[in-house]
């Protein structure tokens, strides 16, 4: 059975939690004792959330402990698992059971937050966040210039090489310019110049491999 000041301890710090978290965080304390099992609520802030009152009778959790008092079972707190309300509200809860100086569980504060609104939420934003494309990895850059598209693209197609230039082979510049041209990289004005000086080849070399991409193409 709690003592006075461990009641009033409790308390206090159930009506913080509340008031911290707001009206949607019901804080409840249950006393384990031999006299509780219909009245075991002696705290309770935000009790709107479940409906319950002071005096009122025990959760299954709790009757549950009731059941272990004489058996000397010593259960680990049970944080984070989801309960639901006779009115139906979803709410994220934590027991944590509370021992006197016997080692014996006297009782249990349990924290139960009504996350009903956040879970309809969720279910909305993930339906409004959801893209039809699953193999995308990575959103599309909107570039503000041609310039800015370019150098997203030369971005892209080191990604796609996976390696520096400088430790690229004829074969991977090949493989990145290739991915440069079927992007349309080639089409913005002045992209040769560009292209060529970032692979660090002569715009001759450049078209050489858009060459043998084509002769590629008309082997296929």
């Known amino acids: ?10 308390k206090s710090i159930a009506k ?19 006299h509780s099992a219909d009245h075991s609520v002696v705290a309770i802030e935000n009790g709107q959330v479940s409906g319950r009152a002071l005096g009122d009778g025990p959760s299954k959790v709790v009757l549950e402990q009731l059941s272990k008092t004489d058996n000397g079972c010593s259960p ?6 989801l309960t639901r309300t006779p009115m139906g509200k979803l709410l994220k809860s934590s027991t944590v059971y509370l021992r006197g100086e016997d080692g014996a569980v006297n ?35 909107i570039p503000n210039n041609v310039n800015d598209l370019l150098d997203e693209l030369l971005a892209r197609s080191v990604r796609l090489v996976g390696k520096p230039v400088e430790l690229m082979t004829k074969e991977d510049k090949v493989t990145a310019i290739r991915f440069l041209y079927d992007s349309g ?10 292209i060529a000086k970032f692979f660090g ?8 491999y858009l060459d043998s991409k084509q002769e590629d193409k008309s082997n296929d």
């Open 1 to 10: 059975m709690l003592k006075p000041y461990e009641l009033a301890a409790l």
């Open 16 to 34: 913080g939690i509340a008031a911290q978290f707001g009206s949607g965080c019901e804080v409840v304390v249950h006393e384990i004792s031999e």
């Open 76 to 81: 680990p707190d049970h944080i984070g698992y």
């Open 107 to 141: 009782a249990l504060f349990c924290i139960n937050f009504d996350i009903s609104a956040l879970a309809l939420a969720g279910s909305v934003i993930g339906e409004l966040t959801a893209i039809d494309d699953s193999s995308q990895t990575e959103p599309e850059q």
């Open 185 to 194: 990289a080639m089409l913005i004005t002045k992209s040769g110049d560009k």
């Open 201 to 208: 080849i002569s715009k001759y070399t450049l078209y050489s």
